[in-house]
T-cell receptor, first 112, second 119 residues
Framework: QQQVKQSPQSLIVQKGGISIINCAYE??????FPWYQQFPGKGPALLIA?????SEKKEGRFTISFNKSAKQFSLHIMDSQPGDSATYFC???????????FGTGTQLKVEL | GAVVSQHPSWVICKSGTSVKIECRSL??????MFWYRQFPKQSLMLMAT?????????EQGVEKDKFLINHASLTLSTLTVTSAHPEDSSFYIC???????????????FGPGTRLTVL
């Protein structure tokens, strides 16, 4: 019940295209859903996050869509750039911001 | 703001020796710090949660006597891998949560990671 399932495992997108990564969870107690970007040999960096009281959040080229009834959320990267090539992790946590439960990661490659 | 540093960034040691990794929150006070382990092309696995001034809480399957965690101040936590063996080789990442909550909602800020190689 603590798992967060993430798909796809890897993704190749052409420059300028839209990258979409999906996550699903079971634990209805989760109330905070961040996305992290990780480059090789570096720690994860917060990209964008959402709470379940909103269905969408947009920051620049990055948008989270949240479907509470389906217990799913997704990351959309618009106008994908080669510099976006990285591994993306979705995560979830319960109130109080304690343990983060991470998805399995998506390796994104944006080709020219 | 919200910068977390780790030292060293990489370390190579001989089997049987102990290695200490430091995690510091540079511009905020962290009530809680977390230690993760990440194998190549895999996700982050939480090892333990440490609160300043108290004993760390270890995740199931993590040997507390092997991975010693000390959180002596609001800006420093250390992870010591005792009697390291090749199977302990991994990427160790810490994160810290801002005490004041003035930043993102209970957000964890991650350090750059420490690559440990045990020969």
């Amino acid at each position: 019940q603590q798992q967060v399932k993430q798909s796809p495992q890897s993704l190749i997108v052409q420059k300028g295209g839209i990258s979409i990564i999906n996550c699903a969870y079971e634990n209805t107690a989760f109330d905070y859903f961040p996305w992290y970007q990780q480059f090789p040999g570096k720690g994860p960096a917060l990209l964008i996050a959402i709470r379940p009281d909103v269905s969408e959040k947009k920051e620049g080229r990055f948008t989270i869509s949240f479907n509470k009834s389906a217990k799913q959320f997704s990351l959309h990267i618009m106008d994908s750039q080669p510099g976006d090539s990285a591994t993306y992790f979705c995560a979830a946590t319960t109130g109080g911001g304690n343990k983060l439960t991470f998805g399995t990661g998506t390796q994104l490659k944006v080709e020219l | 703001g919200a910068v977390v540093s780790q030292h060293p960034s990489w370390v190579i040691c001989k089997s049987g020796t102990s290695v200490k990794i430091e995690c510091r929150s540079l511009d905020f006070q962290a009530t809680t710090m977390f230690w993760y382990r990440q194998f190549p092309k895999q996700s982050l696995m939480l090892m333990a949660t440490s609160n300043e001034g108290s004993k760390a809480t270890y995740e199931q399957g993590v040997e507390k006597d092997k991975f010693l965690i000390n959180h002596a101040s609001l800006t420093l936590s250390t992870l010591t891998v005792t009697s390291a063996h090749p199977e302990d080789s991994s990427f160790y990442i810490c994160s810290a949560r801002d005490r004041s909550g003035r930043l993102y909602y209970n957000e964890q800020f991650f350090g750059p990671g420490t690559r440990l190689t045990v020969l």
